[in-house]
Structures are given as C-alpha cells and as structure tokens.
C-alpha cells in the first residue's frame, strides 16, 4: 500500500492542476484513501459536505505539503487529512449551516472531544499540526480564514458544474440563431480559462455580432450564474 499511494500521489502531481488528466488522477488516489484505516468521521449531517471540502483541499495542497521521501506513506497520509478533517467537521458552524458562530467556537475548550470516534481533541489536533493554540485575539482571524475557505469552496463547485452542466442549464442558454454561443462555453471562457479570452474575439470566432454576444453575456449568462452560486450556498455580505 505504501507504494501504491507514492505512486498515485505522483502521478496526480504529474498532471496541472485543472486538468482532466490530475481529475483522474486524484480520483483514483480518493478511492485507495477511503480504504485507510483512520479517516476521520462523523455522525453530524453534513460530514459529507466537510469530507468534500477536505478532499478539494487534498486535491490543491498534497503536492506542495505532503512529504513522498519519508516512510510509513499510509499513517502519515491518514494524519495529514485529519488534521484538516477535523477542522471542517460542521458541528463548528451554526445550526443553520450559514458561516461559524463565533461566540460557540470562543467558548470551545481544548480538551473537548470533536472526534468523538477517534476520541481526538482540540489540543491533541494542534499538538499534531505543529499550530500555536490560538488567542482569543487571535480566534477572529481564524474564524475569518474558514469563512473566507468557505467561498472558496462554493467558487471550486461552480466551477464543476460549469465544467459537468450536467442538467443542461448553460448548454442551453443561448441566443436564437447561435446555439454554439451557449453559457457554457462563454463561462469557460470567461471564467475558467487564464488568462480569459475577450468577447471580441469570441464573437469574431463564432460568427455573432458582439453587442449580440455582450448582450447575451451580461443578461442571461451572468445572471444563471449568479443564480447557480445562489444555489450551491454562496451568499452576498449585507
């Protein structure tokens, strides 16, 4: 096992980071992880959506923070994805799943289990990171970083579904007369391509008079965009 997963950990930092390539990649690396003994769980409700946001995580970062050259790859590797499970698990966010409440986290003590399988504590966790436990000054700023990871979280799931449309939504929001001028394939890009190309040259491109396709863009396709973002959890700040 422990060259199996050097191997894959390898192969998916072969590939550039949005690729189809590194998708399969790191793929094929989740399905071998979930066979691990010690991924962190939970009962709460939305711990799916906490192993989502971890998995994301692992997907950006194994490359650059998981160290190949040492021994025992499995037990490190399950340690590392716990370090950063734990801290999603969503019994830290309000009832409501909205942003965390911050009065509850600063009254969180150190010594409370938020593991209760594994039996793991606030301060065994920071222990095994090598963190700083946090001052009470410094909470804030923690609670600002998870809730900013959080937005980014709904920005990667838009992304995704810009690139699946699995429902047809963008592929089929298009003007009369061009249908290869869809949503889809403006917000790839638009949005996703870097750098993004220019409506002019898009126009020019697919044969669309480009007030025609500016106009498409700005009342259609921003639009289901934003109601989309709505959709997968993103919400504007008052």
């Excluded at 962190?40 to 994301?56: C, F, I, M, Q, V």
């Excluded at 700023?141 to 799931?157: A, D, H, N, R, V």
């Amino acid at each position: 096992m422990d060259e199996q997963l050097r191997q894959l950990i390898a192969e998916v930092c072969q590939s550039p980071l949005r690729s189809l390539k590194r998708r399969k990649a790191i793929n094929h690396l989740f399905v071998a992880i979930q066979q691990l003994p010690g991924l962190g769980k939970s009962s709460h409700p939305d711990y799916l959506e906490a192993l989502n946001r971890t998995w994301e995580w692992v997907n950006r970062s194994i490359c650059q923070e998981f160290d190949l050259a040492k021994p025992l790859i499995p037990q490190r590797l399950v340690q590392w994805i716990n370090s950063y499970l734990y801290w999603r698990i969503k019994d830290l966010y309000s009832a409501s799943g909205g942003s965390l409440t911050k009065q509850r986290l600063r009254e969180r003590s150190l010594d409370e289990l938020i593991h209760e399988e594994a039996g793991t504590s606030l301060l065994e966790i920071l222990a095994e990171t090598n963190f700083s436990a946090p001052t009470r000054s410094g909470l804030d700023g923690y609670i600002e970083q998870i809730e900013k990871e959080q937005q980014q979280y709904i920005g990667l799931k838009l992304e995704r579904y810009i690139e699946e449309d699995l429902e047809g939504r963008l592929l089929n929001c298009h003007p009369k007369e061009h249908p290869n001028c869809h949503c889809q394939l403006l917000s790839q890009r638009m949005l996703l391509k870097s750098p993004p190309d220019k409506l002019m040259t898009i126009a020019t491109e697919l044969g669309i008079k480009y007030q025609t396709l500016t106009s498409h863009w700005k009342r259609n396709c921003l639009p289901l965009l934003q109601s989309i973002a709505s959709e997968l959890g993103y919400q504007r700040e008052a």
